[in-house]
């Protein structure tokens, strides 16, 4: 009967081993507003720091399309992910989710309008009954905020473009347009400014015509039932990052951010009635 018992405590003690090792990961992932290598790129050393700092592993789930990182916060598939603005709102209207962090710049976000260079477009109006590209259909910078600014402009995509088509990322709009496969476009500008800046925009074959207002766009998000106390913990690592540390100041570059602040739900109530009134959202 002894050995009975001490078999079922040590079973016992290894099924509960088993499930600190399973919490002991923090499972993460981003909206893939970017290509593939270009998301695990920027995110590598952040994760290295957020291992660190939390004690525990941190691993980075891919995914294929903005829907699935929603679909695998709000069911618990993943504990923490990098969400635009109006993926936020998304997610918390299928479940509760908490926004911990944002770049700074995120309080005042921006898109940008761009052409062909050789299309002889200057402005958004020229770029009437021409082909246009928004991102992912679920993207704040590539869609929903650029849609919502041209339609308080009075102009409808559907109707003022010959063709409104959708690349699916920010890199791949500025591909498409300058490869001429559209005429026009928007995209992310932390995106345009970080392609400019590495040299990767042709200045002959694609050009800027326009800015949007400034909105409030990504952040950080956990699930809702993540442990308060580690909710804490990634909270005070992102908002000790400092530029001023070379390490951390090369995690800082990577993410386009000058330092992280905290922020809440209520940032994103302008982001969710611009979707409702562009027929985004219910």
């Given at each position: ?262 922020t809440k739900a209520a940032n994103y ?14």
């Amino acid at each position: 009967m002894k050995a009975i018992k001490f078999a079922m405590a040590g079973a016992l003690l290894a099924v509960s081993v088993l499930a600190s090792a399973e919490e002991a990961v923090l499972k993460v992932s981003a909206i893939p507003d970017e290509a593939p290598t270009e998301l695990q790129r920027k995110f590598a050393p952040l994760g290295a720091y957020l291992e660190k700092e939390l004690g525990m592993k941190v691993q980075f789930v891919p995914v294929t399309d903005y829907a699935a990182v929603v679909t695998a916060l709000t069911s618990d598939k993943i504990d923490m992910a990098w969400l635009g603005g109006f993926t936020f709102v998304q997610a918390s209207q299928r479940g509760k989710v908490v926004p911990l962090v944002q770049r700074e710049e995120d309080s005042k976000f921006t898109s940008k309008y761009i052409a062909n260079a050789e299309a002889g477009i200057n402005s958004l109006k020229d770029l009437k009954g021409k082909s246009f590209a928004f991102g992912s259909a679920s993207s704040t910078s590539g869609h929903l905020m650029p849609r919502y600014f041209l339609q308080k402009q009075g102009i409808k995509p559907e109707t003022f473009f010959k063709n409104v088509a959708y690349s699916g990322a920010h890199d791949a709009t500025v591909a498409w347009v300058a490869s001429g496969k559209v005429e026009g476009g928007v995209l992310n500008a932390s995106v345009w400014d970080k392609l400019v800046e590495a040299g990767k925009v042709d200045p002959a074959k694609v050009k800027l015509i326009g800015t949007t207002p400034a909105y409030y766009d990504y952040n950080w998000t956990v699930r809702g039932n993540l442990d308060a106390k580690l909710q804490q913990k990634i909270t005070k690592a992102f908002l000790k990052l400092d530029p001023k540390n070379p390490e951390q100041q090369a995690i800082l570059e990577l993410q386009r951010a000058s330092k992280f602040i905290p922020t809440k739900a209520a940032n994103y109530k302008g982001i969710e009635s611009a979707a409702k009134e562009a027929g985004l959202l219910k």
